[in-house]
Every structure is written in structure tokens, then in C-alpha cells.
């Protein structure tokens, strides 16, 4: 039986903002700007060009980054406490997180390749399930959180946090058929959040009362 009481999660919180805020930068990293020298400089424009494939996977990477932050932020607006368990599922957490720097640059390099396309899904699908394991774990049977949230918010943001890892699954799926209708989905998955939802609408009455 763990203890009401509980630990603090300040450090928690601050530990996954690090997290984050490192995988967003790492992923300019694999932006290299094009060494041309002499006649060669007349190619510039085209190895700018060249480089979209990059830009494209940093540009939806650091959102989908943004979309996983924003989630495990508004997680902490209901959950009160900690436990050594709680720490361990958001270890798990921020160490896919952090894989998602390698997973974007593959896909970045290699656009057109199925196994860097499954790869990136796989990475996005267990940050997504591990984001879930941190919230069932706080809300099951009340642990973590206030013994007064109600089972239809937690059952909003358990649907709303699955519905990413499904989408990517079905992306993985389309990739076995077409490679290019696979990205499309994966780069319209993160609408999916930042498009207005009903746990906005939850969470914008709780902050108001």
C-alpha cells in the first residue's frame, strides 16, 4: 500500500523539461550546413533545396516533441503526489523521448525508406503508450491523483493519449503498401492535438473555477 502522502513532483517536472528541451535542440543537429567553395557555391541553392527532407523531420519532430511535452505537463495539473514506481514509469518515459533526435534524423536522411519510416512509428508509438502508462498509473484506483477527478476526465485523456499510438500504428500498416501515404500520415498525427479537443475544453473549466 503506498503511502497518501507521497513524494514531491517538482523534480520530476523539471527533470522531463531538460529532457525535452535537449531533444528539441539535438534535432537541429542533423542540419548540416553545405560545404561549397569556389564554382562550386553556384550549387548552393540546390543543396539548400536538397536539405528539405531534413528540415521537414526537424520541423515535425519538434512538434510532435511539443505535443508529448504539453501532454505530460497537463498530466501534472491532476496528479498530486509521486511514488519510487511514479519516478521509474517517467524514466521510461523521457529515455523514448529521448530517442526521438536518432528516429527523426533517420527519417530524415532516408524519407523514401520503409524500415527509417517503421522505425520513426515504433519511437512515437512507445513515447505515446509510456505517456499512457505514467497516467494510468497515477489515476488507477485515485494513486497519485485527488480522490474527488472523475472517471470521465481520466477516460478523456486516456483516449486522447492513445489516439496517437494508433495513428502511428496505422501508419506503420499503410507503410507495408506505400511508403509516401505513410508520411502523410505520420505528419498529420500531431493535428490530432493541436487541434482543439475536449480535454481543452476540461481543462479550461477547471482553471477557471
Do not use: C
Amino acid at each position: 500500500m503506498e503511502r497518501r502522502s507521497g513524494l514531491d513532483t517538482d523534480r520530476v517536472e523539471t527533470l522531463a523539461d531538460g529532457v525535452f528541451a535537449i531533444a528539441m535542440t539535438l534535432l537541429v543537429f542533423a542540419i548540416s550546413v553545405p560545404e561549397l567553395s569556389g564554382s562550386a557555391l553556384d550549387r548552393l541553392p540546390m543543396s539548400l533545396l536538397n536539405l528539405w527532407p531534413k528540415l521537414l523531420a526537424y520541423v515535425l519532430s519538434f512538434v510532435v516533441l511539443g505535443v508529448f511535452w504539453i501532454g505530460h505537463h497537463n498530466q501534472f495539473f491532476y496528479i498530486r503526489r509521486a511514488s519510487r514506481t511514479f519516478l521509474w514509469i517517467n524514466i521510461l518515459f523521457l529515455m523514448f523521448v529521448a530517442f526521438i533526435p536518432f528516429s527523426a534524423q533517420l527519417l530524415g536522411r532516408y524519407p523514401g525508406q520503409r524500415v527509417a519510416v517503421i522505425l520513426y512509428g515504433l519511437n512515437m508509438i512507445v513515447v505515446g503508450l509510456s505517456l499512457y502508462l505514467v497516467w494510468w498509473y497515477a489515476t488507477s484506483s485515485h494513486r497519485l491523483v485527488d480522490p474527488d477527478l472523475n472517471r470521465a476526465t481520466i477516460g478523456i485523456a486516456t483516449r486522447r493519449i492513445l489516439s496517437g499510438p494508433v495513428a502511428y500504428a496505422f501508419a506503420i500498416v499503410v507503410s507495408l503498401l506505400s511508403v509516401p501515404a505513410a508520411l502523410v500520415i505520420i505528419a498529420l498525427v500531431p493535428l490530432l492535438y493541436i487541434l482543439p479537443a475536449r480535454i481543452d475544453r476540461v481543462l479550461s473549466g477547471v482553471r477557471r473555477s
